[in-house]
Nanobody, 130 residues
Framework: QVQLVESGGGLVQVGGSLRLSCAATGRTFSSYGTGWFRQAPGKEREFVAA????????YYPNSVKGRFTISRDNAKNTVYLQMNNLRPEDTAVYYCNAGPADNILAIATMISRGDVMPYWGKGTLVTVSS
């Protein structure tokens, strides 16, 4: 069983940046996929980014492409989400999601079907003020 702990959320002004972290305990991220989702009040959960630990591939929706970057640190068993040029519509609770995955194509296919990986963190709040 893997436990995921997010950190790095906070209050930031429009155009600012934040870096979120997702640290795993219980096992390493090896052979896993890791993703970020977000949910704003009154809205459905939305996919934000994903990375494959096997091939290093990444996947983003158009809403964040070019602004958000997902990365990993093998030594720290941590995944990061660098968020730049933040907008008020980025305000949400951001959740880390992880599970076994062969490669980024498998992860992208799964997410496109509306599926998610089995493990979740408790989330970290990002608030973008205008």
């Amino acid at each position: 069983q893997v436990q995921l702990v997010e950190s790095g959320g906070g209050l930031v002004q429009v155009g600012g940046s934040l870096r979120l972290s997702c640290a795993a305990t219980g096992r390493t991220f090896s052979s896993y996929g890791t993703g970020w989702f977000r949910q704003a009040p009154g809205k459905e959960r939305e996919f934000v980014a994903a990375i494959s630990w096997n091939d290093g591939g990444t996947y983003y929706p158009n809403s964040v492409k070019g602004r958000f970057t997902i990365s990993r640190d093998n030594a720290k068993n941590t995944v990061y989400l660098q968020m730049n040029n933040l907008r008020p519509e980025d305000t949400a609770v951001y959740y880390c999601n992880a599970g076994p995955a062969d490669n980024i194509l498998a992860i992208a296919t799964m997410i496109s079907r509306g599926d998610v990986m089995p493990y979740w963190g408790k989330g970290t709040l990002v608030t973008v003020s205008s």
